[in-house]
C-alpha cells in the first residue's frame, strides 16, 4: 500500500485502542490494571526504562516518602496489602520503587507498557471520535480515550539561576539522579535548594562530602521525621481491619485516618496548645500541625503560634544563631509551602564543614565554570546537585502538544491558569482525563488515596459510557466555569494564596498565580465526584451510537465552609426550630452561641437600658479601640422576631463595630409572641431616637446616625428608616439590611428554591411571622416595609442577600424597589451563602467579604455631610 493510501486508511480508521494511557506510575500502573479489569484495551506510554515514575526518577539520597508508607500504599489489593510488609515508617525510594516493581509483576502490566517512549503530542479527531497520540518513536496511536497520569510533581524545574550550565563540574538532579548514584567523598558541594528533596538528601550528603555549601533562597518549615519500624501502634490499627482503615482514610481530608482538629486555636490556653504542638512534633506526621487546630490553615494568628513554635524548635536545635535565623521561615505560614519531615536536617548545619549561604542577603551573581559566584564571594566546588524543584502539577500535562476540539491547544486554554471540571476533565478536550489534575486534591493529600479514586471514577465513567452505548464525554461551559470558581473560593478561605509556593505557581517564572490543587478535603470531594454520577453525570455532555445528551448543571453551589456547617448540623441531627416550643427554641439559640468563636476585641463594650416604646430596653453598646467620638450604628439583631439578643448577634457587632470604626448600639427590643406586632418596630424606633437624642452622651458624633440589621432585625431597622422619615426625624445616614424580611408573600422563588436544607427554611419563616403578626396586619407596612405606600426619601441603602435563603427574593425586590423610588441603594447577592452564614464570625470565613463591604457601607453613610 501507498504511503499516501496508508494515511487516508489510517485517517478514516476507528480506535486501536479503547485507552492510551501516559505514565506509569502510581496512577499509570493501577489505571492500566483497572481498565484491563473492566474490559477495555488499553497501552500505557513511559518515557522512563521502567516503572515507579516518581520513585523512578527520584534516586538522590535520602528519598523517601513523607505520608507513611502503610497509608502511602494501593488499597486495591487486598493479598497485596497482606503480602507486603513496609520496613520502615517511611519507606525509602528504593524500596517503593521495589513495592511499584512488585506491582507491575504480580499483575502482569508491563506487557502494555510502551517503555523509554515519550508522548509528544495528541490531537483530537472530531470526525472519528478519537485521539491521534504521536510519540517519540515516530508513531501514531489511535485511541477513544487519553489519560494523563502524568504526575504533579514529575517535570523538574530548569534552574532559574544566571550562568546556569557553565559549571565544568559535576552537576546532579534530585528529580533526575543518576541509577549507578554518586560518591561525593572527599568532594566540595554545592546544593540549591532547600525544598522536600534538599532537606532529605542534605544531611546524607554532608556524611560524605568533604565541604557541603547549602545555598538558600526560601528556609522551609521541617521537623524530624521519627523515622524507624513501622510503630505497632500503626500495624496493629491497620492489620486489625485493613478495609475499615482504608475507609477511614478515604472519608478524611487528607488520605490519612487522622483525627482532624474541631478545636480553635485560642480556644484552648497557651500552655494547652504548646502541649499539642509538642505531640504534634513528636509523632513525626506530616500532617499533625495542620490537623492540631481546625483553623491553623485559615487564621493568621492561629498559624503563626505554630510558625513561632517550630522556629524555637530550630534555634534549639542550630548552634550558631545567625545561621538558625537564616533557617528559620519568616516569609510564609506553615502549610501554605509543603512543609518537610527530616532526620538530622537542622543538626547537620552544626557539622563544620557545612555552610549556609543565604540568597536573600547574598544573591547567586553566576554559576561559574568552578563553581558559584554570589554578590560578595566566589566558591568553588567539584559537584552541584540541584535540588529546584518541579513545575508542578500542570507541567507534565501541557508539555505534551495537546490539541483538543477546532485545534485548541490545551495550554492556551490554560494559559491564565488550569481550567478543569473536577480536577478531571477540561471542555473542549472530549474523551480526555488527568489523573489528580488541578483542581483535585493531589498535592494536599496521600496522593495514593487520591489516584485511586480518580482511577475508580475514570473506570465507573468508561463502563457507563459503554453500556449506555456513549463514546464522547466533555464537560459543560457551566460545570467548569462553577468547579474552577468553587476551587478558588475554597483557596480564598485559606491562608494558602498568601504564599510564593508552587501550590500557587510561584516558582515557575511566568507562570499565572493560581491555587493549583481542590483544598475541599478528599472526603468532601470523594463524595462530589460520587453526586456527579449519581445526578447523572452532572455538568457532561455525551456523544454515541445512542444519541447526543447533556446533562448540564452545577454540583458545588454552597461556599465550601457554608457546605462544611450544613453538614456538620446535619450529623448533629438539630431538630427543626418550628417544632420545638418558643422558650426551647430560645434556649437553643443561646446554647449554640456558647459554642462559638466570640468575634474580634473591640475597645469597650457597655451594657445598659434604653427607653423603649412601653418601658425599658437592654442596650449592648461596642466601642471601637480608636479615640472617639465616633459615628453610632443602631443594630436589631436577627431571630424572627421570636428568639435572638444582643448575645445572639455579638460576634458580628463586634465584627461591625471593628471594621466600620463605628459604636454599635445592639438593641434588645421586645419579642413576640409575649409583645406581638408591632411592639419590635415600635421600640426600635423608640431606640433610635433615644440613640441620636444621648449620641454624645454614648460618646457618638450628634447626626451621625446609621442603623443596620439582620433577618427580623432587618426588618426593624428598614421600617425605623421609614417610620424616621414620616416623623421627621431622627436623621438616619445610611441602612444596612443583611437578608431582610421585607414582606409577606410566600409564592416568591426563593421560598420554593430554598425553602429545605438551609437552616431558615419556608415552614420557619412560617412559624416566626405566625408568632410575631396577625395575617391582617402582615400586609401593614410596618409588618412588610416593601408595601410602603412609597419608598421615596428614604436613607441610601445597602441591602445584602444570600443565594440559599428563602428571604433572598424579598430582599432583592426591596433593594430594586429602593432604588426605583429614587434612593441610593445597592444590592449585594452573596454567592453560595446561607440565610445564617454571614453572621457566623470566624466559622464562615467566605462571609468575611460581605461584612466588609456592610462596614464600608455604614462608614461611607456616617462620612457623608
Ligand atoms: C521526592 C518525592 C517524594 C514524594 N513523596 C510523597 C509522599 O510521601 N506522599 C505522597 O502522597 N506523595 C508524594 N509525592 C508525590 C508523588 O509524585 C505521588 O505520590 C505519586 O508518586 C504520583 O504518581 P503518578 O503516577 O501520578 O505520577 P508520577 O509518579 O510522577 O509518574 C508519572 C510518569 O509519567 C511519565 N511521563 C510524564 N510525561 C510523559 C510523557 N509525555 N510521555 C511519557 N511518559 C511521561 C513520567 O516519566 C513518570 O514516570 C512525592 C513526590 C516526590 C517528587
Redo the contacts with the bound molecule.
Keep these: 500500500m501507498s504511503a499516501a493510501m496508508e494515511s487516508a486508511r489510517s485517517a478514516s480508521a476507528g480506535p486501536e485502542l479503547d485507552v492510551v494511557v501516559?505514565?506509569?506510575?502510581?496512577?499509570?500502573?493501577?489505571m492500566l490494571h483497572r481498565l484491563r479489569g473492566l474490559g477495555f484495551s488499553a497501552k500505557v506510554?513511559?518515557?522512563?526504562d521502567d516503572?515507579?515514575?516518581?520513585?523512578?526518577?527520584?534516586r538522590?539520597p535520602g528519598?523517601?516518602?513523607?505520608?507513611e508508607s502503610i497509608?502511602?500504599s494501593y488499597s486495591f489489593d487486598p493479598e497485596l496489602q497482606r503480602e507486603w510488609q513496609w520496613s520502615e515508617r517511611?519507606a525509602t525510594?528504593p524500596e517503593?520503587l521495589r513495592y511499584l516493581g512488585h506491582v507491575a509483576d504480580k499483575h502482569d502490566l508491563r506487557r502494555d507498557i510502551a517503555f523509554s517512549?515519550?508522548?509528544?503530542a495528541a490531537r483530537w479527531d472530531d470526525d472519528a471520535s478519537l485521539w491521534r497520540i504521536r510519540?517519540?518513536r515516530g508513531d501514531e496511536i489511535r485511541a477513544r480515550f487519553y489519560v494523563?497520569?502524568?504526575?504533579?510533581?514529575?517535570?523538574p524545574k530548569t534552574p532559574d539561576v544566571p550562568g546556569y550550565g557553565r559549571f565544568a563540574g559535576e552537576s546532579y538532579y534530585?528529580?533526575r539522579w543518576p541509577h549507578q548514584g554518586v560518591d561525593f567523598s572527599g568532594k566540595r558541594v554545592a546544593v540549591i535548594g532547600t525544598g522536600?528533596?534538599a532537606v532529605?538528601s542534605i544531611p546524607i550528603i554532608a556524611r560524605q562530602a568533604a565541604e557541603l555549601t547549602v545555598f538558600q533562597r526560601t528556609p522551609n518549615f521541617s521537623r524530624p521525621a521519627f523515622n524507624g519500624p513501622v510503630t505497632d501502634a500503626k500495624k496493629a490499627a491497620f492489620d486489625t481491619d485493613p478495609a475499615a482503615y482504608r475507609a477511614a482514610a478515604r472519608l478524611s481530608g487528607a488520605?490519612v485516618p487522622l483525627e482532624p482538629g474541631l478545636v480553635r486555636a485560642f480556644q484552648v490556653s497557651e500552655a494547652e496548645r504548646l502541649a499539642k504542638y509538642e505531640e504534634a512534633y513528636a509523632s513525626g506526621e506530616?500532617l499533625a500541625f495542620g490537623a492540631a487546630f481546625a483553623d491553623i490553615l485559615s487564621n493568621p494568628e492561629a498559624n503563626a503560634t505554630v510558625c513561632d513554635f517550630l522556629r524555637g524548635k530550630i534555634r534549639s536545635i542550630v548552634r550558631d544563631p545567625e545561621t538558625a535565623e537564616a533557617l528559620s521561615p519568616k516569609d510564609h505560614f506553615y502549610g501554605t509551602k509543603r512543609p518537610c519531615i527530616d532526620t538530622s536536617y537542622f543538626e547537620t548545619f552544626n557539622l563544620p564543614h557545612v555552610r549556609l549561604v543565604d540568597l536573600r542577603k547574598d544573591p547567586i551573581a553566576s554559576i561559574t565554570e568552578q563553581g558559584i559566584d554570589t554578590a560578595t564571594r566566589s566558591f568553588a566546588f567539584d559537584v552541584i546537585v540541584f535540588a529546584t524543584g518541579?513545575d508542578a502539577m500542570t507541567g507534565?500535562?501541557v508539555?505534551?502538544d495537546i490539541a483538543g476540539r477546532n485545534g485548541l491547544a490545551l495550554a492556551d486554554k490554560w494559559a491564565d491558569g488550569p481550567k478543569t471540571y473536577l480536577g478531571l476533565t477540561t471542555t473542549g478536550f472530549p474523551n480526555f482525563f488527568a489523573?489528580?489534575g488541578p483542581g483535585s486534591p493531589s498535592?494536599l493529600?496521600?496522593?495514593?488515596?487520591?489516584?485511586e479514586q480518580h482511577v475508580e471514577w475514570v473506570g465507573r465513567c468508561l463502563a457507563d459510557m459503554r453500556e449506555q452505548r456513549l463514546d464522547v464525554i466533555e464537560p459543560t461551559p457551566t460545570a467548569e466555569t462553577a468547579w474552577v470558581q468553587h476551587v478558588n473560593d475554597g483557596a480564598e478561605i485559606s491562608l494558602f494564596p498568601r504564599a510564593n509556593s508552587w501550590y500557587m505557581g510561584a516558582n515557575v517564572p511566568g507562570k499565572p498565580r493560581v491555587f493549583l490543587p481542590y483544598i475541599g478535603g478528599v472526603d468532601r470531594y470523594r463524595k462530589t465526584c460520587d453526586e456527579v454520577i449519581r445526578r447523572d453525570y452532572l455538568g457532561f455532555a455525551f456523544d454515541g451510537p445512542a444519541g447526543a445528551r447533556c446533562n448540564d448543571g452545577v454540583v458545588c453551589r454552597l461556599q465550601p465552609d457554608v457546605a462544611m456547617l450544613l453538614d456538620a448540623l446535619a450529623e448533629l441531627g438539630v431538630p427543626p426550630m418550628e417544632s420545638l416550643s418558643v422558650e426551647d427554641a430560645r434556649r437553643f439559640v443561646i446554647a449554640s452561641a456558647a459554642l462559638r468563636p466570640p468575634g474580634p476585641e473591640v475597645g469597650e463594650i457597655v451594657d445598659g437600658e434604653l427607653p423603649g416604646a412601653a418601658g425599658g430596653l437592654a442596650y449592648r453598646l461596642y466601642r471601637p479601640a480608636s479615640p472617639g467620638p465616633h459615628g453610632i450604628v443602631a443594630y436589631f439583631h436577627g431571630g424572627g422576631w421570636v428568639v435572638g439578643s444582643a448575645d445572639s448577634d455579638d460576634p458580628l457587632c463586634r465584627d461591625l463595630c471593628v471594621r466600620s470604626g463605628a459604636i454599635v448600639v445592639s438593641v434588645d427590643y421586645r419579642h413576640a409572641p409575649e409583645a406581638r406586632f408591632p411592639a419590635a418596630v415600635d421600640d426600635g424606633f423608640a431606640a433610635v431616637r433615644w440613640i441620636a437624642a444621648n449620641a454624645a452622651m454614648l460618646g457618638g458624633v450628634p447626626g451621625k446616625l446609621a442603623v443596620c440589621g439582620w433577618s427580623a432585625g432587618a426588618n426593624v431597622a428598614a421600617v425605623v428608616c421609614q417610620l424616621a422619615r414620616d416623623a421627621g426625624g431622627p436623621a438616619i445616614a445610611g441602612q444596612v439590611l443583611l437578608t431582610p424580611a421585607t414582606d409577606c408573600d410566600f409564592t416568591r422563588a426563593s421560598y420554593a428554591e430554598n425553602g429545605d436544607g438551609y437552616v431558615l427554611t419556608t415552614a420557619l419563616v412560617r412559624w416566626f411571622r405566625d408568632h410575631y403578626a396577625d395575617p391582617a396586619d402582615r400586609r401593614n407596612p410596618k409588618a412588610s416595609p416593601l408595601r410602603a405606600h412609597s419608598l421615596a426619601g428614604l436613607p441610601p441603602a445597602l441591602i445584602v442577600t444570600c443565594e440559599f435563603d428563602p428571604l433572598r427574593d424579598e430582599g432583592a425586590a426591596y433593594a430594586a424597589a429602593l432604588a426605583a423610588a429614587g434612593v441610593d441603594a445597592r444590592h449585594l447577592p452573596c454567592r453560595g451563602q446561607i440565610h445564617t452564614s454571614i453572621p457566623m464570625v470566624d466559622v464562615i470565613l467566605s462571609g468575611a467579604p460581605a461584612r466588609q463591604e456592610m462596614a464600608a457601607a455604614l462608614r461611607r453613610f456616617l462620612a457623608a455631610p
Design positions: 501516559v505514565g506509569a506510575g502510581f496512577a499509570g500502573l493501577y506510554i513511559e518515557s522512563a516503572v515507579g515514575g516518581t520513585w523512578y526518577w527520584n538522590y528519598a523517601r516518602c513523607d505520608i497509608d502511602y517511611y525510594q517503593i517512549t515519550r508522548v509528544e510519540t517519540s494523563m497520569a502524568t504526575g504533579c510533581l514529575s517535570l534530585t528529580g522536600s528533596s532529605q488520605g506530616l518541579f507534565a500535562i508539555s505534551v489523573i489528580t498535592v493529600s496521600n496522593m495514593a488515596v487520591s489516584i
